[in-house]
């Protein structure tokens, strides 16, 4: 079973930001927390992961609470582009531990 | 360079009958993962190989389901006598495999299966 919680979906306007959230309240100590995105008709892509520090890459950004029991990702400026379905995730991180996907969220883009 | 592929990017069979997928792994990455996903849900985990052994097979449903990567690259999928809930979309993902690193997992556009 899936170890993290989200919102089945959500609205973002272009060019605005797109902000995520995710529960994970039994993650253990060793566990990061990774996300993916599938656009339609693809395979999922990697985005971010962290550990408990805010995390920050080309795509997006990653903030994780002090008691990384719940994190969010932030897309600064959503474009038409970024309509997927986003997967909040967390599993250790080394070779071999498969990924366990829950529902997600689908996030529209709108003009 | 090249991403991971997977051929065919369609089937269709009938329901009793055998088939393969196929899965390219980006070179070099030792870790090869198989998923299925269902319509309208996240993948699910079938077989992890790192290099020509299958690490972890504990996602796959049942002995009709078997998957082999006899030279530690290309893999294969191989579903005996289908069944008409084998329809899905097949996922395959590699990674670097490296202890100590990132595990990024690079997926392929999958191979969408269909059992009539």
């Known amino acids: 079973d899936a170890k993290t919680t989200q919102p089945p979906s959500m609205d973002c306007a272009e060019g605005r930001a797109a902000n995520l959230p995710c529960n994970h309240s039994t993650i253990s100590g060793n566990e990061y927390v990774y996300w993916y995105r599938q656009i339609h008709s693809q395979g999922p892509q990697y985005i971010i992961h962290g550990l408990k520090n805010n995390e920050t890459n080309e795509m997006a950004s990653l903030i994780i609470t002090e008691d990384r029991k719940s994190s969010t990702l932030i897309l600064p400026h959503a474009t038409l582009r970024d309509t997927a379905v986003y997967y909040c995730i967390v599993r250790p991180d080394n070779a071999g531990n498969m990924l366990t996907f829950g529902g997600g969220t689908r996030l529209m883009v709108k003009p | 360079g090249a991403g991971v592929s997977q051929t065919p990017s369609n089937k269709v069979t009938e329901k009793g009958k055998y088939v393969e997928l196929r899965c390219d792994p980006i070179s070099g990455h030792t870790a090869l993962y198989w998923y299925r996903q269902s319509l309208g849900q996240g993948p699910e985990f079938l077989i992890y190989?790192?290099?020509?052994?299958?690490?972890?097979d504990s996602g796959l449903p049942n002995d009709r389901f078997f998957a082999v990567r006899p030279e530690g690259s290309v893999s294969t999928l191989k579903i005996q006598r289908t069944e008409r809930g084998d329809s899905a979309v097949y996922l395959c993902?590699?990674?670097?495999?490296?202890?100590?690193?990132?595990?990024?997992?690079?997926f392929g556009p999958g191979t969408r299966l269909t059992v009539l």
């Open positions: 190989f790192q290099g020509t052994g299958a690490a972890d």
């Open positions: 993902a590699s990674s670097a495999g490296t202890s100590g690193r990132i595990d990024e997992q690079f």
